[in-house]
Structures are given as C-alpha cells and as structure tokens.
C-alpha cells in the first residue's frame, strides 16, 4: 500500500514537472512582442531642400550728383513713388578756388582777344571802304571777331557753372538739381539737408542721394550649402516664406545659381537667385529675411506610407514590408518607392490602401515616445 502511494506520488511530480517544461516550451516559443499595424494613405509627397536669404528688388539704382557740394533741399522721403525726371534734391555748390581763378583768367582772356578782336574788325573795315581791300578779307574778320565773342561768352557761363552750378539757359538741366533717372518707389535717402556731398566721376562712385527701385520686380536672394547644390537647377518653382508676413507662401521660380561657391563660416556656399511673381495684395518690403523652399520633385495624391514601416534586404537592398494576414502574423512583400520628403515615401506597387504593415522599428519608437 505504501509503495503504491510513493509511486502514484513520483507519478504526479513527473507529469507537474513534465507541465511545467511544456508550458515553458510554448511561452519561449511565442514572440514576446505584439506588433502594431499602421495602414497606407493617399498624400502629396513634395521632395524640397531650403535656403535662406532676403528679399531684394530686382533692379536698385543709385541716384548719384554730377557736382560736389553741399545738399540744399529734399524732396522725397522713403516710400515715395517718382517718375523718370522728378526732382529729388538740390545741392549748394561750394567752389572750388583754383576752379574759380581757372575761370575768372578765362574771362579775362577772352574779353582781351575780343577787344583785340574788334580792334582789327574796325581796321579792316576802314580799309575795305578805302578799296584797299576785298570783300574776303573783310568778311574773314568779321568771322574771327564772331568767334571771339563766342567765345567770351562761353567763358561767362564756364564762370557761372563753377561758381553756381548753373547757368542761363540750363534751368532743367543744371547740375544742382538731381532728378530721377527711372520710374520706381524711394526706398531711402541717405543724406540729410546740410549734407556734403561728392560728384561721381572717373576716380569716385560719388554719393548716393536716394535709392530707387521697380517694388513690382522682387527677388529673392539667398545661399545654399554646397551638399545640396548638386540636386538644384534653374527653372525649379520655389515657395518663399518671409517671416515678417505670416502664413503667407510666395511662389517663386529659381533663375541663378552661382558658378562658384565661397568659404563662409569653413562651408562653401553657392548664390542663388529666384524671381518673385507679382503680388497685388501683400506689399513686401525690400530687405525683408526669407526662407525658400526648392521644390526637386512633387507627386500629388500618391499612395505612401511611412518611411520608417519601410526594411531593406541585407543582400539585394531592395525595399520590403510586412504585410499583415492574420493577427501578428506577417508575410514579406517587396514595394517600388518613389519619392520621399524624409517623412513618408510613394509607394507605387506591392500594396494598397487596405492593407496593414508591421511597424518593425520598435525600439526607436519606444525612444522617440521617452
């Protein structure tokens, strides 16, 4: 009796211990992690590198005096639109000394040869109505006492304009008088009445009086590192966001990219420039700090999933996912991509809208959601 009860004991510790192994046995064979599924979608995929810069006119042109001096009068402010031939300021001549002796000596030597001049006139002409003389010689002094009036006069207003910057008969085109040269808005006045200003000439750019440019002709000017310039060409639209005007997008369209690059902050970067299309509604104002986005590449309405639910073969590197079909179990089927904004990618064949994908990554979601 007793040893029938030992064995019947054994018995059970055998198939507890046999339970307990086979129970185990099913737990190691189970995967420990419950996948989770996200679905595809229908979005637009826009492939885009940035820039920054500023917005500039597309022509600025500095209105510079063609006489020294000091400013007089201003006429315009910023902000203000001229037409071509508007007068913008008026400079005070301040001679110069050996300019003005220059011209007063010239005077004095043509008032000399005029006299002389019609000293010679009266003698010939007194020899003339003697019959002494012809005709020819007659009208040949009568010429040079002509020209030696002229010039004496030309001396005067040679006079006029050193010391005054003008003279009779220039009224509208005298050199104190600075006038818009094109048709656009002020966009500054650098000078201010009493100012001392320079004429620009051979030697010296002069000073600028105002800055005029066409408002209606923007551009956006702006820099682009060197990683990237090799996926941008010309012709590409832009969307440029100025951060001064909110949740506003202007379109744009890249028309330069700079054949050399510079060293800037021990980065070579390269110039771009991209025309603005004219906005009627929204004024921007010249100077303004702007971001461009180069759109490289648009799908519209394109089936994409998540880049991340993406894998990649470690032999051929072609693309894959996991298809859901049935709970947590997954099949292997390859995907054409297309394009990527880093986020999501097109998908172009290997799935549909209904199908689920495994989200594999899941250590990096864990990390991403800590």
Same mark, same amino acid.
């Given at each position: 009796?007793?040893?029938?009860?030992?064995?019947?004991?054994?018995?059970?510790?055998? #198939?507890?211990?046999?339970?307990?192994?086979?129970?185990?046995?099913?737990?190691?064979?189970?995967?420990?992690?419950?996948?989770?599924?996200?679905?595809?979608?229908?979005?637009?995929?826009?492939?885009?590198?940035?820039?920054?810069?500023?917005?500039?006119?597309?022509?600025?042109?500095?209105?510079?005096?063609?006489?020294?001096?000091?400013?007089?009068?201003?006429?315009?402010?910023?902000?203000?639109?001229?037409?071509?031939?508007?007068?913008? #300021?008026?400079?005070?001549?301040?001679?110069?000394?050996?300019?003005?002796?220059?011209?007063?000596?010239?005077?004095?030597?043509?008032?000399?040869?005029?006299?002389?001049?019609?000293?010679?006139?009266?003698?010939?002409?007194?020899?003339?109505?003697? +019959?002494?003389?012809?005709?020819?010689?007659? $009208?040949?002094?009568?010429?040079?006492?002509?020209?030696?009036?002229?010039?004496?006069?030309?001396?005067?207003?040679?006079?006029?304009?050193?010391?005054?910057?003008?003279?009779?008969?220039? /009224?509208?085109?005298?050199?104190?008088?600075?006038? *818009?040269?094109?048709?656009?808005?002020?966009?500054?006045?650098?000078?201010?009445?009493?100012?001392?200003?320079?004429?620009?000439?051979?030697?010296?750019?002069?000073?600028?009086? #105002?800055?005029?440019?066409?408002?209606?002709?923007? =551009?956006? $000017? /702006?820099?682009?590192?060197?990683?990237?310039?090799?996926?941008?060409?010309?012709?590409?639209?832009?969307?440029?966001?100025?951060?001064?005007?909110?949740?506003?997008?202007?379109?744009?369209?890249?028309?330069?990219?700079?054949?050399? +690059?510079?060293?800037?902050?021990?980065?070579?970067?390269?110039?771009?420039?991209?025309?603005?299309?004219?906005?009627?509604?929204?004024?921007?104002? *010249?100077?303004?700090?702007?971001?461009?986005?180069?759109?490289? #590449?648009?799908?519209?309405?394109?089936?994409?999933?998540? $880049?991340?639910?993406?894998?990649?073969?470690?032999?051929?590197?072609?693309?894959?996912?996991?298809?859901? =079909?049935?709970?947590?179990?997954?099949?292997?089927?390859?995907?054409?991509?297309?394009?990527?904004? +880093?986020?999501?990618? $097109?998908?172009?064949?290997?799935?549909?809208?209904?199908?689920?994908?495994?989200?594999?990554? =899941?250590?990096?979601?864990?990390?991403?959601?800590?």
């Amino acid at each position: 009796m007793k040893k029938r009860i030992t064995i019947i004991i054994l018995l059970l510790i055998v #198939a507890s211990f046999g339970g307990a192994m086979y129970y185990l046995y099913q737990k190691n064979a189970e995967d420990p992690i419950t996948y989770e599924t996200e679905g595809a979608s229908i979005q637009t995929i826009v492939k885009k590198t940035m820039a920054t810069g500023s917005i500039l006119p597309l022509e600025e042109v500095l209105i510079k005096p063609n006489i020294s001096g000091v400013i007089e009068e201003i006429y315009v402010e910023g902000g203000d639109y001229v037409k071509s031939g508007d007068l913008l #300021a008026k400079i005070k001549i301040v001679p110069n000394l050996n300019a003005l002796n220059d011209a007063s000596n010239g005077i004095q030597d043509a008032k000399i040869n005029l006299n002389d001049q019609n000293r010679n006139y009266e003698r010939q002409k007194t020899l003339f109505d003697k +019959g002494v003389i012809s005709q020819v010689d007659l $009208e040949r002094a009568q010429v040079t006492r002509d020209q030696a009036k002229q010039s004496y006069s030309a001396a005067n207003k040679r006079y006029d304009i050193v010391k005054t910057g003008t003279t009779s008969g220039y /009224g509208n085109s005298a050199n104190t008088l600075i006038r *818009a040269t094109v048709n656009g808005m002020v966009l500054e006045v650098p000078v201010e009445v009493g100012n001392q200003v320079i004429e620009s000439n051979n030697f010296n750019e002069g000073t600028t009086i #105002a800055a005029i440019a066409d408002i209606d002709k923007m =551009i956006f $000017e /702006g820099k682009i590192d060197e990683s990237e310039v090799g996926k941008v060409k010309e012709n590409l639209p832009l969307e440029i966001t100025v951060g001064a005007i909110e949740n506003k997008v202007f379109p744009a369209v890249l028309d330069y990219i700079a054949p050399k +690059g510079k060293a800037e902050n021990g980065a070579i970067q390269f110039e771009i420039k991209g025309t603005l299309k004219k906005q009627d509604a929204v004024f921007i104002r *010249a100077g303004l700090s702007a971001n461009a986005s180069i759109i490289l #590449a648009r799908a519209d309405s394109v089936l994409s999933i998540k $880049e991340a639910l993406v894998q990649y073969d470690d032999k051929t590197k072609k693309p894959f996912v996991e298809k859901a =079909i049935g709970e947590q179990k997954f099949e292997r089927t390859a995907i054409e991509l297309g394009i990527s904004d +880093g986020i999501n990618v $097109e998908v172009k064949s290997g799935i549909n809208l209904k199908d689920k994908i495994k989200v594999w990554n =899941i250590l990096i979601k864990e990390e991403e959601s800590n």
